[in-house]
């Protein structure tokens, strides 16, 4: 399995609503990642998550919290959104973290999220 | 810092012409160099990537070579169809932190 998944694919919430969006990896990758994309823009990091435990939190409002159940899967709980946190929610993983990385990293195919 | 600077897009090229996308980067030590694709509604997928110093990355008929003399990893394809529409972005992994950092990214279309 060469695959980072994440759902759901699209999401409409309202700002006075409570989602998650989940990602899963089965490569045995030891950090996992979460980023913010707005359209024609490059990924912008949020969190990262090292070998389970939150190793980078890029000033990230309190609206977004991320959780790492288990070295497989990553959630981001959205609470109480703004209309402009619209936007491709992508997660990804590596093999490495903290230093120079070979590999790069996998993406999965991201969640586009509106926020009414 | 660590940085990526691509060429602005949009490139609007026609079928089986030849395409040139410019990255150079500034960074401390040896980074890893990537190009990354992204195709309309989807994730990144990674395209190709060079890990030292003249390295050559290849995938799909596009190549990059790692130039350390210039820092630049510039991707090349020598004739693009139209499924080749897409949004391109570099990216180089530091040395000492593996933090990915990327370019602006560079939109891509192919006309028939």
């Known amino acids: 399995d060469t695959e980072v998944t994440q759902t759901p694919k699209h999401l409409v919430m309202g700002m006075t609503n409570k989602k998650s969006l989940k990602c899963e990896q089965h490569m045995g990758h030891r950090a996992m990642y979460w980023y913010k994309q707005k359209a024609k823009k490059p990924p912008e990091l949020m969190f990262v998550y090292s070998y389970e435990k939150l190793s980078i939190n890029e000033s990230v409002p309190s609206r977004f919290s991320p959780e790492c159940p288990n070295s497989s899967l990553l959630n981001l709980h959205l609470h109480a959104l703004q209309p402009e946190d619209s936007a491709l929610y992508l997660c990804a993983s590596s093999r490495l973290v903290g230093r120079k990385n070979n590999y790069g990293y996998t993406f999965g195919s991201g969640t586009r999220l509106t926020v009414v | 810092g660590d940085s990526v600077t691509q060429m602005e897009g949009p490139v609007t090229l026609s079928e089986e012409a030849f395409l040139t996308i410019n990255c150079t980067y500034t960074a401390t030590g040896y980074p890893s160099l990537f190009w990354y694709v992204q195709y309309p509604g989807e994730g990144l997928q990674l395209l190709l990537k060079a890990t030292k110093a003249d390295d050559k990355g290849s995938n799909k008929g596009f190549e990059a070579t790692y130039r350390k003399e210039t820092t630049s990893f510039h991707l090349e394809k020598g004739s693009v169809q139209v499924s080749d529409s897409a949004v391109y972005f570099c990216?180089?992994?530091?040395?000492?932190?593996?933090?990915?950092?990327f370019g602006q990214g560079t939109t891509l279309q192919v006309k028939p």
């Open positions: 990216a180089l992994s530091a040395s000492n932190t593996g933090k990915l950092i």
